[in-house]
Structures are given as structure tokens and as C-alpha cells.
């Protein structure tokens, strides 16, 4: 054993090979690189995986040491494809940006730019000002706010408006949604007291009369979001609520979730109420997220009564809740998109892919499958199949889309193989496993993406063989 700890290479020779083989890679990198590698070889003589003296030679430590400095020197950012069929994809970064928003990002992050300074008056401005307005048109609110996402955004309009009082809210809806956000916890942390009303399945207007008290400062609505209730069941729709709350002098609140500006029901997705349908209703102020059905940057939307948000403007947590200039500049972009529907449907990715139809659906998928199976022959077959897209980010829940799947079968290996393999291609490929085929789903993925679906399909399945 010890003849063999003799026959490691020094660190100084490993630098050296490294030097030569990654001339522009820091020194930093390249020196962690060599100390792990040769930690490693020190514990596999150690174990005995180790115990002759070949595995230690440069032909066979600097491959390892060359993997080892690509795989550390890779940024851990990198893009995806979205092969699953769930368009608000919240694990794969949720909405794809416009290039209208795209191109507003790169010039908001290239230059200074006029954030919180006001061109008329030369003087200091508001960052909320920049999109403002064009909320309140596109929703027809009094005023908006932006901040950093819709957790924030609830938390803010709970901590202005019910600190140390109650907040009245159905059983029914104290929901959780994925990534621990929990109404009563997020609640909690605002100060605010949940008065629970109802039962899981049922809540009348009596309820919210019964538990209303002198401490009660407003009525929560909470979009169920990623659950549906069915069989027996009934709630208080949200019109009669806002007219409940409003004759007893208090505000109607909403956390509508997803939030979307256009009516869905067109492309077959119901039950979702526009921001402009929830605000005539009567709700005073509803928050919504900007990345969920919307399409555009993480941000947290709170439109509404004038009174309430000029209120929450003031408070000092929105210092600490507030989004930057990236998402401020996206956010308009998408907003302006929004002034004409149409070009919304076009622009705006997520709804582009919500409103695609299923006929373009299918033809694109047989023109990958027929790319695919030219790729893969010989390591895989491909076939069609027909099934459901889901929209994600816990909006329209239990409402697929119809489309077709290519269903890639290999040959040389399982399904549930080739889809661990494709999580380290570049770039990864993220797909459907369903026994022995991994699926992919063309509503996520673009025309110009499918021959780098083939590519990386066709890496993983040669990794496999060799
Ligand atoms: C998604 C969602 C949230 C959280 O929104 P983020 O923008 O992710 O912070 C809160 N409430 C509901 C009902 C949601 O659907």
C-alpha cells in the first residue's frame, strides 16, 4: 500500500497537466481540482479499490482530473429544456420571458436607467410608478404596487391592513402551496390573527357572520390553487362576500395566485377569474404572481383601492419586499404586450403554450418524432401518443390540455435510465416517464429546440453503449 500512496502523482505535476489542458480556467479552480482528485485516489488506496499501481498513472489520473475541472468550472445556472408538458413549470424557473422583455432586461442591466428618477421633474422618482398605470388600465384598478414575488405581496397586505386584528377565512381555503408557502403561517408572520370560518367543504355566509367580532379588519379570499374540492361542497361566491365585508366597514382581500389578464376559456381552461373579473366583483385588493400565468418576471402584484394601497406604500416592510430594476424593466414589457390580446397570445410564451391548439400540437410532435427517430436508430424507437399538458404553478389544477407526446422507447437501456443520463447533458432535457418510454411534450419545447432534443437524446443513449 505504501508503494502505491508513493506512486501518486504530486500535486505539482497534476497542476501542471491541468495548466496545459485549461490555460484559461483560475488557478483557484484548478488547484481544488487536483486536491480532490487526489483525495480521492489517497481513500481508493486506502479501501483497497485501488492496488495497482496503473490506475495511478497520468494516463489514467489526468482524464479524471480533466472531468473533474469541467465538471467544477461549469456555471450551475444553466438552461433546460422542458420537455414535461407543464407550461408554469415552477423547478424549471416558471414563465419564459418575451423577447420584448428579454430585450427590456438587457437594456436595463447594460446601462443606468431611470428607476427612481423622475425625467419631468429631474428630481427623485418611484420605482412603482414605471408600471403603475399600466396595471391599472390593463386591470382596471384604482392603484397597483409591484414587490418581490406574491408571498411577499400577501404578506405586505396582511401586515398593512390586519396587524393585530382578525382576518376572516375559510376553512376550505387555508391552503399550502408547493414550496411551504402556507397561508397561516405566511399570516402569522404578518401579525395578523386567522379566524377560521366554515368546514373544509362547506362555509355559508353564516359562518363569516358568526366570527366576525370587533377585532375582525378583514375577509381573506385565498384561491385554492393546486387542489380542487368535489362532491359536497359549497362556499360563499366571492361577489356575496365583498357585499358581506363591505357592510360591515371592512375590506374584501384576495390572493388570487396565478392571476392571469386574459379569459382562458376559449382554449378550454374555466373556472379561472380574470384580475379585472375579481376586482369588479368587489374585492378591494387582490395579489397575484407575475411569473405564473401571466408570463412575465418573479414579482408580486397588488392591485386595488386607492385608500389600501396607498396605505401599504407607506409601509416600511415594502423597503425590504421591494423587486429590482431586471424585473421592474421585464414586468413593463410584458404588461405593454398585454394592451392588445392578440399580441399577448403571440408574444407572451406561457400564453402562447396555453393557447396553442392541438392540431399545430400534433403536427409538430410527428415532426419531432420523425427527426428523433432518424437520430436514435438503432437505439431507440419513437412514437406518438395523445394526452394532457398541464399549466403548473398551481393554476387551472386538474385541467389538462390535450396534445400529442413523442414517446421515446430505447433499446439500449431503460426509460427511467436515459432520463437520469439526460439530467447531465448539455443542456439537461427534462421529460415524462412512463414505463418503458420517456415522453416529451412539443407544447414546452421550441421548433428551434428539437434538434438539440435530438443531440442530447443521442449523447445519452451513446453514454449508455460505450
Ligand atoms: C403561487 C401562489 C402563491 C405564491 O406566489 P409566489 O409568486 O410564488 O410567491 C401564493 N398564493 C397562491 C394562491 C398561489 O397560487
Known sequence: ???????????????????EDFAATPHSVLLESCRAVLDELREDIRSGRITDEAALSPERVRPRLQAVVEKKDRPRFCRVINGAGVVVHTNLGRSVLAREAREAVRIAASGYSNLEFDLETGERGSRISLVEELLCSLTGAE??????????AVLLML??????????????QLVEIGGSFRIPDVMERSGATLREVGTTNRTHLADYERALSENTRAVLWVH??????????SSVPANELADFAHAHGLPMLEDLGSGSLMDFSRW??????????????????????GDKVLGGPQAGIIVGKKEYVDRMKKNQLLRALRCDKLTLAALEATLRLYRDPETARRAIPTVRRMSMDPETLKVRAESLRDMLSGALEGRASCSLKEDFSRVGGGSFPEQGMPTTLVCVHPSVCSARQLKMRLLSTNPPL??????????????????????DVARVLKDALDG???
Open 1 to 19: 500500500m505504501s508503494s502505491l500512496f508513493r506512486s501518486l502523482p504530486s500535486v505539482d505535476a497534476c497542476l501542471r497537466w491541468l495548466e
Open 143 to 152: 392603484a397597483a404596487l409591484v414587490v418581490n414575488n406574491n408571498a411577499a
Open 159 to 172: 401586515d398593512t391592513m390586519c396587524k393585530g386584528g382578525e382576518v376572516m377565512l375559510s376553512r376550505g
Open 224 to 233: 385554492p390553487s393546486n387542489y380542487r374540492i368535489i362532491g359536497f361542497h
Open 268 to 289: 378550454g381552461l374555466h373556472d379561472e377569474p380574470t384580475v379585472p373579473e375579481v376586482l369588479r366583483q368587489g374585492t378591494d385588493v387582490v395579489t397575484f404572481s
Open 430 to 451: 427534462v421529460g415524462r416517464l412512463d414505463g418503458s418510454s420517456f415522453e416529451l411534450d412539443p407544447r414546452t419545447m421550441d421548433d428551434d429546440e428539437f434538434p
Open 464 to 466: 449508455i453503449g460505450s
